[in-house]
T-cell receptor, first 111, second 114 residues
Framework: AQSVTQLGSHVSVSEGALVLLRCNYS??????LFWYVQYPNQGLQLLLK??????LVKGINGFEAEFKKSETSFHLTKPSAHMSDAAEYFC?????????FGAGTRLTVKP | ETGVTQSPTHLIKTRGQQVTLRCSSQ?????VSWYQQALGQGPQFIFQ???????GRGNFPPRFSGLQFPNYSSELNVNALELDDSALYLC?????????????FGPGTRLTVL
């Protein structure tokens, strides 16, 4: 079975600071991992995904994530936060025919 | 290229009623999945349709049912609405049913059950 755990339901950073959102996964098969962002009253937008190959994945809006098999992690980072990054972020792992989401991390960016 | 669209945007129903939500998949996509997102939680998988056949189902009762049409658009039907059905319902389409296929989400339908 596949599942993800997001550590920290709320993360607050200052504008310009590093963003680090944590995700750990559990999977009985090679994991395919995703990060989505959700702005208020909107659907989910894909930030990036890892399937195979390079373990450092670059996504939209300056975000990237690194797949670490030994740590079963897929943390999301951005070097410098922008006010527009404030949103809810979801890590997900691909199941047999569904996406299995974490509970989400709400990112707040302080001016 | 048109993305995933959903209708209606918002809906208010009373307990015991029935509701139908609609989704148009992204061009070229033959697979549609439905998710329920309760307030403050991550999306929960309801079911998936691939080429008009149900292709997997999450832990939801039979009063949640669906259809996929030849143009790959889809409907989610919920009978005998309960207060706990109040949520954002998300539709996602993908180019296939493989685990590597990215699911692209629509904006959702906000259902309120009174």
């Amino acid at each position: 079975a596949q599942s993800v755990t997001q550590l920290g339901s709320h993360v607050s950073v200052s504008e310009g600071a590093l963003v680090l959102l944590r995700c750990n996964y559990s999977s009985s098969v090679p994991p395919y991992l995703f990060w989505y962002v959700q702005y208020p009253n909107q659907g989910l937008q894909l930030l990036l995904k890892y399937t195979t190959g390079a373990t450092l994945v670059k996504g939209i809006n300056g975000f990237e994530a690194e797949f670490k098999k030994s740590e079963t992690s897929f943390h999301l980072t951005k070097p410098s936060a922008h006010m527009s990054d404030a949103a809810e972020y979801f890590c997900a792992v691909s199941g047999d025919n569904d996406m299995r989401f974490g509970a989400g991390t709400r990112l707040t960016v302080k001016p | 290229e048109t993305g995933v669209t959903q209708s209606p945007t918002h809906l208010i129903k009373t307990r015991g009623q029935q509701v139908t939500l609609r989704c148009s998949s992204q061009s070229g996509h033959n697979t549609v999945s439905w998710y329920q997102q309760a307030l403050g939680q991550g999306p929960q998988f309801i079911f998936q349709y691939y080429r008009e056949e149900e292709n997997g189902r999450g832990n939801f009762p039979p009063r949640f049912s669906g259809l996929q049409f030849p143009n790959y658009s889809s409907e989610l039907n919920v009978n005998a609405l309960e207060l706990d059905d109040s949520a954002l319902y998300l539709c996602a389409s993908s180019a296939g049913q493989r685990r590597t296929d990215t699911q692209y989400f629509g904006p959702g339908t906000r259902l309120t059950v009174l």
